[in-house]
């Protein structure tokens, strides 16, 4: 069974840094797809970032040159670095993973961004 566990989150200036990481279990981490999706209250769940197996990232416009995903391969884990963060960073950041098809989803972490 898939297990996504996210950490991390935190209430943080705007200007500040967060990183956020994502523990995952029960599937083979080196081939699978990563990504970090948010939803702020209102508002549809959006992908922030999503790194594939050969490390190639993309990330969504609004936090290009803010935001970097990585992952480690021994750890099974995956980062997201936000620098710079801004009031309307404020989400439930969540991690996501596919296999066989199927999404799977951790649950969440609160990142507030106070101005």
């Known amino acids: 069974q898939v297990h996504l566990v996210e950490s991390g989150g935190a209430v943080v200036q705007a200007g500040g840094s967060l990183r956020l990481s994502c523990a995952a279990s029960g599937i083979n981490f080196r081939l699978h797809a990563m990504a970090w999706y948010r939803q702020a209250p209102g508002k549809q769940r959006e992908l922030v970032a999503r790194?594939?197996?050969?490390?190639?990232?993309n990330y969504m416009d609004l936090v290009q040159g803010r935001f970097t995903i990585s992952r480690n391969n021994v750890r099974n884990t995956v980062y997201l670095q936000m620098d710079s963060l801004k009031s309307e960073d404020t989400a439930v950041y969540y991690c996501?993973?596919?296999?066989?098809?199927?999404?799977?989803w951790g649950r969440g972490t609160q990142v507030t961004v106070s101005s």
């Open positions: 790194i594939a197996s050969n490390l190639t990232a």
């Open positions: 996501n993973t596919m296999r066989g098809g199927i999404n799977f």
